[in-house]
């Protein structure tokens, strides 16, 4: 019965902070820049008024334009379930490990490109195909990382995952951790299409990876298609934020106050890291494409070195 | 007073940055080499009785035991021989103007600097200040070999600078690691002493002295010149002035290999027997032996010969060392005496060759017989005793390296060793020994007698000390080889 | 504590990282002069352990000499010399930085075999930073081969040395004073004389491209 709630609340939680999560990044870009910019709940505003507009579908369109974005909302809400949100509730159910969570997303991946294709638009294809290499290049990144956390927690399951850092003091000093942590944050930059991946509020040909899939998309199957994105945003950063840092053990009290203290907590994180990536947006300027791989093997270096670290420390 | 070793060169070079007039600047050079062998010769008066030379200054930072001293002697003498021959040099190419009196300041005060960077190498127990002074050495010659500025000066100077730099950081590594094998052993305000580490060197660690070895021997080794990290050598020693060419093959080769032989004498009695570091020795010594001799075949600069040749003898060093019996070491200390003399005459004599021809090519040089008689004759004799013929000096270490080979029941090695040494002699009366027929092209311009007189003097004194050598051992210098040699063994019952 | 260096040595080993995927004259200086520093820090954390434990001031010293020749002296001394040739990003290599990468990755790998399970080591921690300093070494050597250009073999001279004084550090508790000093001493020497030599290059090679000194062969 417990779980069922809390099943519903996290759901609630996932859906409702994710636009959240660009709102701030977009705001804090907007004030380096001197500018005010758009209020940080646009997003919620957007997606309100893209449900209640009518699609328009090519008619060269099969029938993957317009189950793609369901399935993309489908399979990034279910990933983030698989997530750990707040660090209170012990690992009751087994429903997934971090193997399906990754794969669960690369499904939503795998269908937003089949549908940049499915229309036949130039940009559709090329945003496809860039998307391509991108992910599969990063691909080795997530798994070593997080496997190399698996393997010290002697599990796949998040759950159990999260349960053994919170009894690691100060994860951050320690060198695995660290090297894992780093390759997180540059997997999040990836995944999430934000400089110096690739633009998000760019529309040019040159810039555009995972805005040139979404060209085609209008109406409700946009909302779709950006509350998924956003949604996937979040996950990455719960990973890095929960299993990272789960600094939840000055909560003592416990019951329905602790999971509420500790979700206020959760997002408070969250927004810390949505902080540190805009930061790093501003900072940067986006790569060359064909400069994407160095990117990528420095992800996958850090997660090496957090591998061989763990493998000399001792198994 | 063994301290004026040290302070000697440091005024030569100060002096030198101060006085303008050339015939001051060579007057300073031949007096300040003058000093330090007297020095030198006080020095070996006293460690043949004494058994070592050391002064409590620093907590013993100058010692001098019959090892170093022949190091040392040998530094000496051929650095007061190039010096009086680079007074004769380098009038010679001020008065065909290729060098102004600037450059000849510059030349001295490096070449002192040189030269007490390699006395400090050998005159120090602590084996990481010797680890610092023949970096020095490196630094300090970068100069001298990149002297006349030209591309493949420049050239040689980069390589030589950049790949003994890197070999001699892997030389550092090494010595890392034998800090790490005697930390228990030695206490830390005493660590790296060489005496203390070779007394206490059964307790020392075993496999992390032996990766020491390996790092140190391919460290130093890059420095003497063992192939296959020898690519420096040739280039770096055909493009540098002839006196400095001398110095650099007779003198710093001998320090670098040194460097080793500390080294090996730790590694050995801890290790108890020498298969470890012999095969790795000799395996280095062969293949340096036969990297020179296939270069030698197909060289047209004598300078890049002479260099090769150097490499071989280095490597004939590295096999006798590596046998590691008495009569094998006494053969490497032996030829590393008669090796420096007789490569500095050739050196010497191809410096005059050089300045006579002003071609560095073997095809450009004829009649030499008739234009340079005392430095053709240097050459030609030079060249027989270089390839080991009787009677002079090298064959005889040759000779006791072959018998220590076949008394050791190593006769694949000693036939292979003889093959390549008749290898190597073929090669160069190839191509060298034309160069002594013939009339000499371009006759009138060239002239003939000699250019540099002091420098034919240095070259006739050369000449008698090899021929001397190899006829007769005085019982000083064996007396003072045999005391090495216990050194080296140190008590291991061979 | 021990935690401590464990991350500053996964640190110092991920900048040299940093330093061969990058293609910048630039960009190397500053990455030598970050893991200068973190050196820096590592020599001073360990020296002020030592100075609270037995009252020897040598490490602080040191790391006061790290902080003055390598993060300060060295890359201006850099800067000036590559402020006389026109050069600012390295346009060819043999191969292309992930396959650099990943070959850096198998030189950890090996260090870790080679180097690992000295039996002179004690403890699990002091071989984790052998392993990482060492593979800094190796890395450095990579680094020197694959730049066709001059001034990337001065760099990878200097992390090696970097690399080598780590090493000593963690293994041995640095090398003895007289000789630390000295390796210094050295060290700047060599900068100077590479700096130098670099500059006549460019003066008669009309460039700094290793492979255009090819004059002397065979």
């Not at chain 2, 907590?59 to 021989?81: H, K, R, T, Y």
Request: aromatic content about 10%.
């Amino acid at each position: 019965m417990i779980s069922v709630a809390y099943f519903i609340v996290q759901t609630v939680v996932i859906l409702l902070a994710a636009p959240l999560v660009n709102g701030i990044i977009k705001k804090i870009k907007a004030l380096s820049q001197k500018r005010k910019g758009a209020p940080v709940t646009q997003l919620y505003f957007d997606l309100f008024k893209l449900f209640k507009k009518g699609m328009v579908v090519s008619d060269t369109a099969s029938w993957i334009f317009r189950a793609a974005p369901y399935v993309v909302f489908a399979t990034s809400l279910a990933a983030a379930l698989l997530v750990p949100v707040t660090t209170m509730i012990p690992s009751q159910w087994h429903a997934g490990d971090l193997i399906l969570m990754v794969y669960l997303l690369a499904l939503g991946r795998f269908f937003m490109m089949l549908a940049g294709l499915d229309t036949a638009s130039a940009f559709g294809g090329m945003g496809s195909s860039r998307e391509a290499m991108i992910s599969s290049l990063i691909e080795p990144s997530i798994l070593v990382s997080l496997i190399t956390v698996g393997l010290i927690a002697k599990s796949t399951d998040l759950y159990r995952i999260m349960e053994h850092m919170k009894g690691v003091d100060a994860p951050l000093i320690h060198p695995v951790y660290l090297t894992a942590f780093l390759a997180l944050l540059i997997i999040i930059i990836a995944e999430t299409a934000r400089i110096p991946v690739d633009d998000p509020s760019t529309h040019l040909e040159l810039t555009m990876v995972h805005e040139a899939m979404l060209l085609e998309y209008s109406g409700r199957s946009l909302a779709l298609m950006e509350l998924g994105a956003s949604i996937k945003q979040l996950v990455f950063i719960t990973l890095a934020v929960n299993i990272f840092i789960p600094n939840d053990q000055f909560i003592l009290i416990t019951g329905a106050a602790a999971v509420f203290l500790s979700l206020v907590i959760y997002l408070i994180k969250v927004i810390l890291i949505a902080a540190v990536i805009a930061v790093a947006e501003i900072c940067t300027v986006k790569l060359r494409l064909f400069s994407v791989p160095n990117l990528a093997a420095l992800s996958f270096i850090l997660s090496f070195v957090g591998f061989m670290q763990y493998f000399v420390l001792g198994r | 007073m063994g301290l004026i070793l040290w302070i000697t060169p440091g005024i030569a070079v100060l002096l030198s940055r101060i006085v303008n007039n050339t015939k001051g600047l060579h007057a300073i050079s031949v007096c300040a080499s003058f000093v330090l062998l007297l020095t030198a010769g006080f020095a070996t008066n006293r460690v043949i009785l004494y058994d070592t030379l050391a002064y409590k200054l620093f907590g013993e930072a100058f010692f001098i035991d019959a090892l170093s001293i022949i190091v040392l002697d040998i530094i000496i003498l051929i650095g007061f021989l190039v010096a009086v021959y680079s007074v004769g040099y380098l009038n010679e190419e001020c008065r065909h103007e290729k060098i102004s009196q600037k450059k000849i300041k510059f030349y001295y005060s490096m070449m002192y600097v040189f030269m007490l960077s390699m006395i400090f190498a050998v005159t120090v127990k602590n084996i990481g200040i010797m680890w610092v002074a023949i970096e020095a050495t490196t630094l300090a010659s970068a100069f001298l070999v990149g002297f006349s500025n030209d591309k493949r000066a420049l050239e040689a100077a980069w390589k030589y600078v950049i790949i003994c730099s890197v070999g001699i950081a892997t030389a550092l590594v090494g010595i890392i690691f034998l800090h790490l094998a005697s930390i228990d052993v030695v206490s830390s305000s005493n660590a790296l002493q060489w005496d203390l580490l070779f007394d206490r060197a059964e307790n020392l660690n075993s496999p992390v002295l032996r990766l020491s070895f390996i790092f140190i021997l391919i460290g130093f080794g890059t420095k003497a010149g063992l192939a296959p990290m020898h690519t420096w050598l040739p280039d770096a020693h055909s493009q540098a002035p002839s006196p400095i060419s001398a110095l650099l093959s007779g003198v710093l080769l001998n320090s670098a290999m040194y460097a080793v032989l500390r080294i090996l004498a730790i590694v050995n009695r801890n290790l108890g027997d020498s298969s470890f570091t012999g095969r790795l020795m000799i395996a280095f010594g062969l293949l340096s032996i036969c990297a020179a001799a296939v270069f030698i075949l197909t060289q047209r600069d004598y300078k890049r010969l002479l260099a090769y040749s150097s490499i071989e003898h280095m490597g004939i060093i590295a096999l006798a060392f590596g046998l590691f019996t008495p009569l094998s070491i006494f053969a490497g200390l032996f030829h590393m005496i008669n090796h420096s003399f007789t490569k500095s005459m050739l050196f010497l004599a191809s410096g005059n060759l050089l300045q006579k021809y002003g071609t560095r090519e073997i095809s450009g040089i004829r009649g030499l017989l008739k234009t340079l008689p005392v430095s053709g004759t240097a050459f030609l004799l030079g060249l027989f005793a270089i390839s080991g013929t009787p009677p002079f000096s090298i064959f005889a270490s040759e000779v006791n390296v072959f018998l220590s080979l076949f008394y050791e029941k190593h006769y694949v090695l000693g036939g292979v060793f003889i093959l390549l040494l008749a290898f190597i002699f073929g090669g160069i009366a190839v191509t060298l020994f034309r160069i002594f027929y013939g009339e000499p092209a371009r006759g009138a311009a060239i002239g003939c007698g000699e250019i540099n007189r002091p420098g034919a003097a240095v070259l006739a004194a050369l000449l008698v000390i090899i021929l001397a050598t190899g006829l007769w051992m005085p019982d000083l210098l064996k007396g003072l080889i045999t005391s090495a040699q216990m050194i080296m063994i140190g008590g291991l019952s061979i | 504590m021990e935690h401590y260096f464990d991350v500053l040595s996964v640190l110092i080993l991920l900048s040299s990282f940093v330093l061969v995927s990058n293609k910048r004259i630039h960009a190397y200086i500053k990455t030598f002069r970050l893991q200068s520093a973190l050196i820096a820090l590592t020599a001073g954390v360990m020296g002020f352990e030592d100075v609270v434990n037995d009252g020897n001031y040598d490490v602080l010293v040191v790391c006061a000499i790290i902080i003055a020749l390598k993060v300060i002296l060295i890359p201006r001394l850099l800067h000036r010399t590559y402020g006389n040739i026109e050069y600012r990003v390295e346009k060819d290599f043999f191969f292309n930085i992930p396959i650099l990468v990943i070959i850096c990755c198998g030189l950890v790998v090996f260090s870790y075999f080679s180097v690992s399970n000295i039996g002179a080591l004690s403890g699990l921690h002091i071989n984790l930073q052998v392993v990482n300093s060492f593979s800094v070494v190796l890395i450095g050597f990579f680094f020197m081969i694959s730049r066709k250009k001059a001034l990337g073999q001065i760099i990878g001279y200097l992390v090696i040395e970097n690399g080598i004084f780590v090493t000593a550090m963690f293994s041995t508790q640095g090398m003895p004073f007289i000789v630390d000093v000295g390796i210094f001493i050295d060290l700047i020497t060599a900068v100077l004389i590479m700096g130098i030599m670099v500059i006549r290059i460019n003066d008669q090679f009309e460039s700094i491209d290793v492979n255009k000194l090819k004059n002397l062969k065979g």
